[in-house]
């Protein structure tokens, strides 16, 4: 997904349907804290509504580059997981876990 403003990508995610994985997601500083981000990852859940679990890496606690990605996680109630070195960087996984009666209203 793009959200651009005139010809400024000012937000970009890529998801994996399968694996239910946000594997790229930035917004354009200039536009950070803005409710951007947010959106976004409303419609990742959105999207990826079938995962039982749903996953992103994102900066470790304390890392001094991360402008509030692991905030807005948290915020929409993904939770701390294992570290990880990904592309020689210090990362943390955080996972939503999905709740089981989650899409089975008519059953």
Not at 16 to 39: L, M
Request: hydrophobic letters at 35%; a negative charge.
């Amino acid at each position: 997904m793009i959200l651009k403003d005139t010809d400024t990508a000012i937000g970009i995610m890529a998801f994996n349907e399968i694996t239910g994985s946000i594997d790229f997601f930035g917004v354009h500083p200039q536009y950070r804290k803005r409710g951007i981000a947010k959106a976004f990852c409303e419609k990742a859940l959105c999207e990826l509504a079938r995962s039982a679990q749903i996953s992103v890496t994102t900066f470790r606690e304390g890392d001094k580059a991360d402008t509030g990605y692991r905030e807005v996680w948290g915020s929409l109630g993904f939770t701390e997981a294992e570290l990880l070195i990904e592309f020689g960087y210090p990362t943390q996984r955080f996972i939503l876990q999905k709740e089981e009666s989650e899409g089975r209203e008519n059953e």
